[in-house]
T-cell receptor, first 112, second 111 residues
Framework: DADVTQTPRNRITKTGKRIMLECSQTKGHDRMYWYRQDPGLGLRLIYYSFDVKDINKGEISDGYSVSRQAQAKFSLSLESAIPNQTALYFC???????????FGSGTRLTVV | QKEVEQNSGPLSVPEGAIASLNCTYSDRVSQSFFWYRQYSGKSPELIMSIYSNGDKEDGRFTAQLNKASQYVSLLIRDSQPSDSATYLCAVTVSGTYKYIFGTGTRLKVLA
């Protein structure tokens, strides 16, 4: 099994729909992150969490919300999806700022 | 705004050659630097980390850091077609627990 698992792998949804992307990890890391990747823009941080009670906004949090259900689970929600949220979404975990990230396999989201 | 700059490429090198990938950053007090490899449609994979000035070698990969000039490089020796990917540079943001990623350099190794 992968260390960081994201579901679904691919999703097509309609404008205005609510959608949840899920992430679970077996690394035992406290730190979890959600990024989106767009061509030419690189990886941009949406939200991050250092434990179940610690949630922080990243640089592009508008239109998104998160839930840290347990140390191992961190979900990203799009409350009302819009087409410019079409992107590749990655969950990542880290043991600390000096250790780098372990990424999940990604969710390709298309909003039509 | 802290920034990390990479040439988008593509950088084309023949098989067996040395590929040199460069990254500059704006935050003078960044402490940790990382290189990730990302194959098309896949997730980034950590391949090198470096924290001190100088070179760090791991197999065919060498990371080079020069904090005075604010750049970090990745050298890939004996390049193989399987090294063809996008290479992302990431730098910690001082005073935070976050990283900034460059937009990546696409490397093509020609057989």
């Amino acid at each position: 099994d992968a260390d960081v698992t994201q579901t679904p792998r691919n999703r097509i949804t309609k404008t205005g729909k609510r959608i949840m992307l899920e992430c679970s990890q077996t690394k035992g890391h406290d730190r979890m992150y959600w990024y989106r990747q767009d061509p030419g823009l690189g990886l941009r941080l949406i939200y991050y969490s250092f434990d179940v009670k610690d949630i922080n906004k990243g640089e592009i949090s508008d239109g998104y919300s998160v839930s840290r259900q347990a140390q191992a689970k961190f979900s990203l929600s799009l409350e009302s999806a819009i087409p410019n949220q079409t992107a590749l979404y990655f969950c990542a975990t880290s043991a600390g700022v000096s250790y780098g990230y372990t990424f999940g396999s990604g969710t390709r989201l298309t909003v039509v | 705004q802290k920034e990390v700059e990479q040439n988008s490429g593509p950088l084309s090198v023949p098989e067996g050659a040395i590929a040199s990938l460069n990254c500059t950053y704006s935050d003078r007090v960044s402490q940790s630097f990382f290189w990730y490899r990302q194959y098309s449609g896949k997730s980034p994979e950590l391949i090198m980390s470096i924290y001190s000035n100088g070179d760090k070698e791991d197999g065919r990969f060498t990371a080079q850091l020069n904090k005075a000039s604010q750049y970090v490089s990745l050298l890939i020796r004996d390049s193989q077609p399987s090294d063809s990917a996008t290479y992302l540079c990431a730098v910690t943001v001082s005073g935070t627990y976050k990283y900034i990623f460059g937009t990546g350099t696409r490397l093509k190794v020609l057989a």
